[in-house]
């Protein structure tokens, strides 16, 4: 008994000394810092001003300004989300436009990853959605999570975790995983309707991180998906009273995110990062995609065409015979509304498309297994809109993005917190691709393969200054044999990575 006695009390003695330890282990290490990624839909550059978003600009001077961003091309919304995600672009993640084609989901029509019931049938038919590991699957492995937060389109928010790989997605219409949803309306209340400005629903989701995400789920990187200046300028334009009325209330949500984190001793532990997903451009409504290729589709079997257009892409549901595909660039080099043409190159890595006067896919990192043959850009104009903002591009509708224009590819960034310069502003190119790799260098984590975006050194504390980094602006140009097209692709260089800055036709 005596003996028993004596190794239950030595035992005892053993684990009250280990968990002493772990308590002055924990004393010791500060607490570790988190992430906060918010991506303001459709943001310009430009709509950052004093008297419209004065909290943002103050966020950017406290941190550093990265004034050389760029969105991912086509600068639609889940290509970028996908690319925030995966730390890659679309030749390696795999989700290749707002609209895609999928033949095992659809063989006639291309299918709107906004609506989340799509991107499951898409991750069914193909065994995986996106063909790169999202930074929420890298952080599980490290025994890490991310929190998603949307207050977008459902598609949008679960491309920022596809997989809720040990996080969770919160979003007006879905919650994932599946047993948290009751608990998120009990702590939220019922989710509000879609209004112009989405005010409520931003505002939903900003609540969903300073409650549940600051006190319950306590994720190492979120993610925060706000709808509006997007879904407000789509319907009634750049600069409008509406659209600036909806920055005005984007900007207070950033402040009372800085304000309640301050409050909470939370802010100097934070690195928030602030971007968009795309610019946004003035639509004059001249570009019918698919009525331009139809002339040229044949029928299959069942009548159906052969061609299908899914935004800007011309996939071929049988053979893309070389004759056909050259025969349908030239006819669209040929109207004004059509701005750049991307096909295969000819080279790995190199600028010139298969067919003459059309760059490569990889001037826009577009080539994967699931690209289409062509890839079509609206054409574009520095023309400005009624209420003074420059760019105007050729698609239907009142305002929107999705072309290589300068104005849907240059989008903000700025980033303040422990780990981030402070004061500073640098001209370096950056891309949406180069959140992740960033993220996971705060973290100590190695990058995968796949994360081909590159880790923004100069933003950080620790990095070299902005300043230091060697920036190269080059032009590569392609024209039709007989030179009546000719397109070319501005392009910056910095450590080793090139970006799109935007192309520029001309015709003769
Ligand atoms: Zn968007």
Same mark, same amino acid.
């Given at each position: 008994m005596r003996s028993i006695a004596s190794t239950w009390r030595f035992a005892l003695a053993a684990a009250l000394a280990l968990a002493a330890a772990a308590v002055a282990a924990r004393a010791q290490t500060p607490p570790r810092s988190t992430h906060l990624v918010i991506v303001v839909d459709?943001?310009?550059?430009?709509?950052?001003t004093p008297d419209l978003m004065p909290r943002l600009l103050r966020l950017g001077r406290r941190g550093v300004v990265l004034n050389a961003h760029h969105s991912v091309y086509p600068t639609v919304t889940r290509v970028n989300a996908s690319s925030l995600a995966t730390g890659a672009y679309p030749e390696t993640?795999?989700?290749?436009?707002?609209t895609v084609y999928f033949a095992s989901v659809n063989p006639t029509r291309g299918l709107d990853t906004g609506a989340r019931a799509n991107l499951d049938a898409i991750a069914q038919a193909?065994?995986?959605?996106?063909?790169a590991p999202s930074i929420g699957e890298i952080l599980q492995r490290a025994g890490r999570k991310v929190l998603a937060v949307g207050a977008g389109t459902s598609g949008a928010a679960l491309l920022?975790?596809?997989?809720?790989a040990g996080g969770a997605v919160i979003h007006h219409e879905f919650?994932?995983?599946?047993?948290l949803a009751a608990h998120v309306v009990e702590k939220l209340g019922p989710p509000p309707p879609a209004a112009r400005p989405n005010a409520a629903r931003n505002r939903r989701a900003v609540d969903a991180y300073l409650t549940l995400g600051l006190d319950?789920?306590?994720?190492d990187v979120t993610f925060m998906w706000i709808s509006d200046p997007d879904t407000t300028a789509h319907e009634?334009?750049?600069?409008?009273a509406t659209t600036r009325t909806s920055l005005a209330l984007v900007d207070a949500e950033i402040g009372r995110i800085e304000d309640t984190l301050a409050s909470r001793g939370l802010l100097d532990r934070t690195n928030l990062i602030v971007t968009s997903d795309h610019g946004f451009s003035t639509h004059t409504g001249a570009l019918k995609l698919a009525e331009l290729v139809s002339p040229f589709a044949r029928p299959m079997a069942d009548g159906s065409p052969d061609i299908v257009v899914a935004e800007g892409a011309v996939h071929f549901r049988a053979a893309a015979e070389d004759s056909r595909v050259a025969a349908i660039v030239a006819a669209l080099q040929k109207r004004p509304e059509v701005g750049a043409i991307f096909t295969r190159g000819? @080279?790995?890595? #190199? $600028?010139?498309?298969?067919?003459?006067?059309t760059l490569s896919f990889d001037v826009v990192r577009w080539?994967?297994?699931?690209?289409?043959?062509i890839l079509v850009a609206a054409n574009w104009t520095r023309d400005r809109n009624d209420a003074g903002y420059e760019g105007a591009s @050729?698609?239907? #509708? $009142?305002a929107g993005h999705g072309t290589s224009s300068p104005h849907d590819i240059h989008i903000p960034l700025m980033a303040a917190g422990p780990d981030f310069r402070e004061q500073a502003v640098s001209e370096a190119p950056t891309s949406n691709a180069d959140v992740a790799p960033t993220l996971l260098r705060l973290m100590g984590i190695a990058p995968p393969k796949e994360m081909t975006g590159r880790v923004i050194?100069?933003?950080?504390?620790?990095?070299?200054?902005?300043?230091s980094v060697r920036v190269t602006r080059t032009r590569e140009t392609v024209s039709t044999r007989d030179g009546s097209y000719v397109l070319t692709a501005h392009i910056s260089t910095a450590a080793g990575r090139r970006y799109l800055d935007f192309t520029e036709v001309t015709r003769r």
């Open positions: 459709g943001l310009r550059p430009d709509n950052i993640h795999g989700l290749l436009g707002n193909e065994k995986q959605l996106l063909t920022l975790d596809h997989t809720v919650t994932l995983p599946r047993d319950e789920i306590r994720a009634l334009g750049i600069g409008t000819t @080279t790995p890595g #190199g $600028v010139r498309g298969a067919v003459p006067g080539k994967h297994p699931r690209s289409a043959p @050729t698609q239907s #509708g $009142v050194e100069e933003g950080l504390r620790s990095g070299p200054t902005p300043a």
